[in-house]
């Protein structure tokens, strides 16, 4: 846990969530959430140069030595709006409500920048011994659906089961699902997930239905491994590879992710006849849209394409026909394609071979 260079007997002040939960797994924690119990603006300004403030939540960001670390104020939230942004409140509310609004129990441990005690409001020590993710109450879900998808990726990443009455919880909602909810959120946990490559994220989204919160529309989920799909073609970020099918018109895509959507659209009814078919239509597009391909229609030419024609490259340039006397034209294109298709069935070709091959044509 990052050491806090700064001097404070208050007692108030806390790491909480998922920094907490960090280490007392053992793992790195990227960012660090602090907790002051009353005002943050009014007693973390002072531990170095203020940066922002936002009065809204309560929160200071503070620069102490060469860092800027962020102080929030304890704050109490309601859900007006079920399925959108809480509203706060109260900010300076005392530690245990603010625990309260927070998503699992082991996201909702406290630890004690001044003595290192652990507080634990809610049983998040012995559900984190266990491996068990428990919601903190029985409108958890009704009142913020993502947390759906982030039970799903907490339980992913730490290997951790749902506890049997949040299942039962998770269970009914997506049987009765408000879709009227905020999809930016959606969006962020289903990256989150995805970007994780796990085939038992895969399996249990579509089998428990958790897909019902993007696209209502029944999906049948193809009994592939994505996650080695993914690893083949060399995806980087493949949440879009596992979600792509469904109707993602709901959450706000870029204009890449739907460059990789439509490609996919106009390749899914495509049958490949020859090398050459399957090499134009992968060369083309983005490897997520290939990668899709292997998942939701049929892995084998993608294998195909990734083990085999991928690499091919053929040697001759505009110049090279220049120099032959060929005038630029359409027939260019008509040439490279005529070598390609040759030099994908004799893949030793060398560039002299191309061109003694490109004039018997
Ligand atoms: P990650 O390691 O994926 O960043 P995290 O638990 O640190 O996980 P954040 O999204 O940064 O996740 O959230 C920090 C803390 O805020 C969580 O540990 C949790 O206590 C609380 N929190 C985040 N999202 C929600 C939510 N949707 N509902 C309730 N509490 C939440």
């Known amino acids: 846990m990052k050491k806090l260079n ?30 002051y119990e009353g005002n943050a ?21 503070v620069k102490i030595g060469a860092e800027e670390i962020d102080f929030a104020s304890t704050r109490s939230e309601t859900y007006p709006r079920p399925g959108h ?14 625990v309260f609004r927070r998503d699992f129990t082991l996201n909702a441990l406290a630890k004690s920048v001044m003595t290192a005690e652990i507080i634990d409001y809610t049983g998040g020590l012995e559900d984190l ?27 992913v990443r730490f290997g951790f089961k749902l506890e049997e009455h949040t299942r039962k919880l998770q269970e009914e909602y997506l049987q009765n699902i408000n ?24 399996e249990r989204f579509y089998d428990e239905g958790i897909y019902k919160l993007v696209s209502p529309r029944g999906i049948v989920r193809p009994a592939v491994n994505v996650s080695e799909i993914v690893n083949i073609v060399g995806v980087r970020n493949p949440w879009i590879v596992y979600v792509g099918v469904l109707d993602l018109s709901i959450l706000e895509l870029t204009k890449i992710e739907q460059r990789i959507l439509k490609d996919f659209m106009e390749l899914r009814g495509q049958k490949f006849e020859n090398d050459f078919d399957i090499y134009k239509a992968f060369s083309s597009v983005a490897p997520e849209t290939v990668a899709m391909y292997g998942v939701w229609v049929d892995k084998a ?8 024609l991928k690499d091919i490259k053929i040697s001759i340039t505009g110049e090279d026909l220049l120099a032959l006397g060929i005038k630029p034209s359409k027939q260019y294109a008509e040439i490279f394609d005529a070598v390609l298709r040759e030099k994908l069935q004799h893949p030793d070709m060398t560039r002299d071979d191309e061109i003694r091959f490109l004039l018997t044509l």
């Open 301 to 308: 030419p993608v294998s195909r394409y990734v083990a085999t």
């Open 179 to 202: 879709y009227d909810m905020c999809y930016k959120r959606i969006k962020k946990e289903l990256m989150e997930t995805f970007n994780l490559n796990s085939q038992e994220a895969f």
């Open 85 to 98: 942004l809480p509203v706060v409140d109260k900010i300076g509310c005392p530690l245990k409500d603010d």
């Open 6 to 35: 700064i001097v404070d007997n208050s007692g108030k002040l806390f790491y909480i969530g998922g920094v907490v939960r960090d280490e007392l797994l053992g793992r790195a924690s990227f960012d660090v959430d602090i907790v």
């Open 129 to 155: 011994k266990a491996g068990v993710l428990r919601v903190l109450h029985d409108r958890s879900f009704i009142d913020d659906p993502t947390r759906i998808i982030r039970a799903l990726k907490f339980s």
């Open 41 to 61: 603006i009014e007693h973390c300004s002072g531990f170095g140069k203020v940066v922002r403030v936002n009065p809204d939540f309560g929160t200071v960001r």
